[in-house]
């Protein structure tokens, strides 16, 4: 709907009176049936101008007086018309009629307002209350409208922070599978060897067993004897068991030993989703810690060395996979803001208020107008299609979800630091008092 059509909508066709017309003939009009709905009747000049509005609550005034009609009758309307009238053109918005109409309301209210159009001739009346009413169904539309933006805006923001959770699975994933496949390889490996080493050893057992039967045989005769020994020999020759123990024994170590690394990979794998755990339970933010250290590991052993100061801690109630993920994207950030190989350094410490958790790096480090906007949801200094700008963002919201604060220094060329500081509970005393 236009601004015209939505201001015609409310227009009440009146044909208006001339300035000269008698009091007592407009009192007469009024009580005709197609004046009976309006309180006013509009007034114009020759050129069609609205020059007033005369109401009935005027004329009940004149005809209320004694003698009213005799004495005030024959006199032109224009002499007690109100020539101030509420006027609003055709052309402008719905907003912009009801702000001049309500602006300009004064005691006792004029119900009717007067159209015309773009030329500034009368066109026909308009009632407050009829825009009003429009105004408050445009409300409503908007209203709705804003409402489902909403709605969509919602919907839009837990699909990005859902991209963004799996765009961290995704190089989690990748970094644990490139941690696996280090202790897998060698493991995989030695087997293949111990499978070729084998095969001298089962042929030694084999040259045995038929020395063993040709001398338990009684028709066994010296030739067929000396034929099995000699193979016996060979095969013991070929074997070298003296020699194979201490390799076979290096084997079995390296293989129990990547072995583990691949339990410690599954178990810091595990500690670090906490798919066994509650959503929210009383922990040691140092496991936290570990865990995430283990998951990062593949992105930073490259990039730095990390130096981990774990002071002793209490246990805080928190949801640990959402701290994890925190320090995950703390890592990560640190590892990839070396320029060279550099050091990541993690603290942890607690005070009588809270738990603390330091990450600091010796990156290149941030200038003031990128660290203003650290904490900007989409906001990035990486390339296109590197990052979505959303790790820190939900990181913030994470810690401030749990009652705590995340801040952050940095100065170019020196590096980078995050403070992570979570509340402990109050003792039990202290909650009583508060």
């Known amino acids: 709907m236009t601004t015209t059509s939505a201001l015609t909508h409310l227009l009440k066709p009146m044909p208006p009176l001339e300035a000269d017309t008698s009091i007592a003939d407009v009192a007469d009009r009024l009580l005709t049936p197609e004046c009976?709905?309006?309180?006013?009747?509009?007034?114009?000049?020759?050129?069609?101008?609205?020059?007033?509005?005369i109401s009935r609550y005027t004329l009940q005034d004149i005809f209320m007086m004694r003698f009213g009609r005799d004495l005030h009758g024959r006199k032109p309307v224009g002499e007690v018309m109100n020539a101030a009238p509420l006027v609003v053109s055709l052309e402008t918005s719905l907003e912009e009629a009801a702000h001049t109409v309500?602006?300009?309301?004064?005691?006792p209210i004029t119900e009717e307002?007067?159209?015309?159009?773009?030329?500034?001739?009368?066109?026909?009346?308009?009632?407050?209350?009829?825009?009003?009413?429009?105004?408050?169904?445009?409300?409503?539309?908007?209203?709705?409208?804003?409402?489902?933006?909403?709605?969509?805006?919602?919907?839009?923001?837990?699909?990005?922070?859902?991209?963004?959770?799996?765009?961290?699975?995704?190089?989690?994933?990748?970094?644990?599978?490139?941690?696996?496949?280090?202790?897998?390889?060698?493991?995989k490996?030695?087997?293949?060897?111990l499978r070729e080493l084998k095969q001298p050893l089962l042929q030694l057992a084999?040259?045995?067993?038929?020395?063993?039967?040709?001398?338990?045989?009684?028709?066994?005769?010296?030739?067929?004897?000396?034929?099995?020994?000699?193979?016996?020999?060979?095969?013991r020759e070929q074997a070298a068991p003296e020699l194979l123990k201490e390799d076979l024994q290096q084997l079995f170590g390296d293989t129990l030993?990547?072995?583990?690394?691949?339990?410690?990979?599954?178990?810091?794998?595990?500690?670090?989703?906490?798919?066994?755990?509650?959503m929210s339970e009383d922990i040691d933010l140092n496991d936290c810690v570990r865990s995430a250290l283990v998951i990062a590991r593949n992105n930073i052993k490259d990039k730095a060395e990390v130096i981990s100061q774990l002071g002793d801690l209490p246990r805080i109630p928190?949801?640990?996979?959402?701290?994890?993920?925190?320090?995950?994207?703390?890592?990560?950030?640190?590892?990839?803001?070396?320029?060279?190989?550099?050091?990541i350094l993690v603290k942890t410490w607690a005070d009588d208020g809270a738990v603390l958790i330091s990450v600091q790096d010796s990156g290149k480090g941030m200038p003031p107008e990128v660290l203003a906007k650290i904490f900007d949801p989409f906001f990035t200094t990486k390339p296109v299609g590197q990052g979505t700008g959303l790790g820190l963002s939900i990181s913030f919201k994470i810690i401030?979800?749990?009652?705590?604060?995340?801040?952050?220094a940095s100065e170019p060329g020196r590096g980078t630091r995050f403070l992570i500081r979570l509340p402990r509970p109050q003792a039990p005393h202290l909650q009583e008092s508060a």
Do not use: W
């Not at 410690?264 to 798919?275: C, Y």
């Open 113 to 187: 307002f007067i159209l015309v159009d773009a030329q500034g001739c009368y066109r026909g009346l308009g009632t407050v209350l009829d825009l009003l009413k429009a105004m408050e169904q445009r409300i409503a539309q908007r209203n709705a409208v804003l409402r489902k933006t909403l709605v969509d805006l919602k919907e839009s923001q837990a699909q990005l922070v859902q991209s963004e959770k799996m765009a961290s699975l995704g190089q989690m994933v990748a970094g644990v599978a490139h941690e696996l496949n280090t202790p897998l390889g060698y493991v």
């Open 400 to 408: 401030q979800d749990h009652g705590g604060s995340i801040r952050v």
């Open 257 to 278: 030993y990547g072995l583990e690394q691949i339990g410690e990979l599954v178990v810091g794998l595990k500690n670090f989703a906490r798919l066994d755990r509650a």
């Open 36 to 53: 009976k709905a309006f309180l006013s009747l509009p007034v114009v000049d020759g050129a069609g101008r609205p020059l007033g509005l």
């Open 318 to 343: 928190c949801a640990p996979s959402q701290i994890n993920q925190v320090l995950l994207n703390l890592f990560n950030n640190a590892a990839q803001a070396m320029e060279g190989f550099g050091r």
């Open 189 to 193: 490996n030695n087997v293949q060897l």
């Open 102 to 107: 309500t602006s300009q309301l004064h005691y």
């Open 206 to 235: 084999d040259t045995h067993g038929t020395l063993l039967d040709c001398l338990h045989a009684p028709d066994c005769d010296e030739a067929r004897l000396s034929a099995a020994l000699g193979e016996a020999i060979e095969a």
